[in-house]
DNA sequence: ACCGATTGTCGAAGCGCTTCGACTAAGCGT
DNA sequence: ACGCTTAGTCGAAGCGCTTCGACAATCGGT
């Protein structure tokens, strides 16, 4: 392992100079420069992290904190952790991802009192989220990915769930649809105030009033069976009804489940539409659901962006943006009351849309 | 932020002296340990990581290597993370996941080179993997998960394929089964080498010739689309086949679709076994599949371990392991030809195009 | 009672880097 | 010509920790 003394010997300068090349803190002439950065690349040297970190107080090190549930990560997490990763890449930053989610504080809090992160990424943010007071405690900088309930001088980006219920409800109100039902997540998620399952709600009711027409939500368990529930309800308070919305990505197959038990066709009968859904899931199903599929790379470039711009001008300036999911018809949705026609990939009056 | 010193000189010792008492590298008294320690505790000290790695040239960082592919981790995946980082926590270690596959190397051999990591875990491993090798000319302890096709000199932990298969395929035998088809991931998967594919038709054969059985194996495209062709040409080769055993996650949903499609019932027509599946998917599924559920969280757990012991006792030494995955009796298999009556959730098998 | 080993502690020398102050040599306006 | 800023470089002082050698004190064993 070459060391930076190496380095500055064999291009005959002082260890210094070979630092300011290396970080630009001070102007360094041409000629120098050169023979510094030839001596490196002759030499294969690469910076030690560690003594870098100490010397300068700066690791270098983002952390994405991100809670691993039982359940896996989506592709909408997965794309979100390639762009943040990119993102970090490109600015001579590492990210790393701890699965610390709002329980592991202890965990978080070693992390970050052993000056270890530069800054951090919460995923998977809780209405009151602790990791936030651990995080300001110590003043590492942060970027909230969703919303604590009071985001006064924090910064975020989220999806926009208004905008991403209103096109999707548009969607089908084009296709010519009057009776829909939207198919949240569980009562106690939304008691317990989980932030999309609320908003998205409040969207809903606004969306189908703007157009007219009355707004029916049910809350459904996150599963198979939650979503059968979800339908039969859903049928018994509105047996004409011709689309289902949902949000909640395990009922949606209990949902087609139930339908196709019910001798129903998709979309023939009932259309459905997924929100904040990746491609892969939407493709799983028979046929490939419609989806509002999530910003998940762009999230991630953003957020690190964001937190970058904290970093290394920490005025108190704070940035909060929110991106749209983008409508991608597939074959679940299409006109109502087109039973036995309509089916499988047809002509489901195609959408642009596309990230 | 306190420092050692602070500490030291709260305590009345020197510096050196704090240290033992946090390394254990020296013996040090009750009398003094205990000072240091309530020293310590009065100002919530937390030694510096940078500094700690820096002097020590260690940074009690393990790297988990994640490829992380746009579609999304599967729960095994994250209980595999969990209790890796469980473990890695509980021995003092920070466990760090870096995005990395065999493709971003050039990554990989920066992290590596500022002498970042201690140790790495390598999950989805190929056949050939660049990592290996970066990190080997690194000299970077590294642990397996999954297998080179070379594995002498690595330690690697994995999935016991032959095992697992061989309990599906006795599952299936003991309920009656004789016409068991397999359904592999693509042929260009098992072209290209990848060893679950190969490893689990090898088994698939032995088992099935060990209880007298014709093996039938099929490739399947890992989409919703490939399951449902898989079927056909499964029908079209055994027409008598009861049951299935699918190796391929996005193939099952395909599977079931086509056989609901055809007014098969599950599993009163054709039993289904998931391999490797978590229990979260196979309860997505109408009846829930029947699948070998992954060791997720274990094998963390002793990849962890394994590493640490390469890391701080660096002989030579090689270990490697296998974990089967258990089997976890749902709801798609039972009895053959007992159509209508078998368990599960009952009569799931009316209406064409359902899922 | 004396030796060698062990236990317990300290001071000091780094680990490889950043950064501050100092210094030289130009370049500028006046 | 004068001081003054700016570009370009160097040496040295750390950053907060680990670890080595030294040394005093204690402890059997004979």
């Known amino acids: 392992m070459a060391t930076m003394q190496d380095v ?7 260890v210094s100079t070979v630092s300011y090349v290396l970080t630009g803190a001070r102007p360094i002439s041409q000629a120098t420069r050169a023979k510094v950065l030839s001596a490196m690349a002759e030499l294969d040297y690469q910076p030690n992290a560690m003594a870098r970190g100490l010397a300068s107080r700066r690791s270098r090190i ?11 990560l989506g592709a909408t997490e997965t794309a979100f952790v390639t762009g943040a990763a990119a993102a970090a890449s490109a600015a001579g930053y590492h990210l790393v991802l701890s699965p610390i989610g709002a329980g592991e504080v202890d965990e978080l809090r070693r992390l970050a009192s052993q000056r270890m992160l530069d800054g951090a990424l919460l995923m998977e943010v809780q209405l009151d989220d602790p990791r936030v007071d651990v995080l300001r405690e110590l003043s590492v900088p942060l970027v909230l990915i ?12 989220d999806i926009d769930f208004d905008r991403t219920v209103r096109d999707a409800v548009d969607h089908l109100v084009r296709l010519g649809h009057r009776r829909i039902v939207y198919v949240n997540h569980s009562p106690a998620t939304i008691a317990h105030g989980y932030g999309p399952a609320l908003r998205t709600r409040d969207a809903f009711v606004a969306a189908m009033s703007g157009h007219g027409l009355d707004p029916l939500m049910i809350a459904a368990e996150d599963s198979a069976a939650g979503g059968r529930d979800a339908l039969s309800e859903a049928f018994d308070r509105a047996p004409d009804l011709s689309a289902v919305l949902a949000m909640n990505e395990s009922a949606v197959f209990g949902i087609l489940g139930e339908l196709a038990r019910r001798g129903l066709a998709v979309p023939g009968d009932v259309s459905v539409v997924s929100m904040v859904t990746s491609p892969q899931v939407a493709e799983l199903a028979t046929p490939a659901l419609t989806a509002m599929t999530s ?47 309509a089916a499988g990939d047809g002509p489901a009056r195609p959408t642009p849309g596309r990230t």
Request: glycine share 16%; hydrophobic share 35%.
């Open 8 to 14: 500055a010997r064999r291009a005959g300068v002082s």
């Open 146 to 157: 969703g919303r604590t309930a009071d985001t006064t001088g924090l910064s975020y980006v």
């Open 295 to 341: 910003p998940g790379s762009a999230l991630g470039r953003i957020a690190v962006e964001t937190l970058l711009r904290h970093i290394d001008a920490d005025s108190g300036e704070i940035y909060q943006q929110l991106l749209p999911c983008v409508l991608e018809v597939r074959g679940s949705s299409g006109p109502p009351g087109t039973a036995g026609g």
């Open 62 to 72: 983002l952390g994405l904190l991100m809670p691993m549930d039982e359940r896996g």
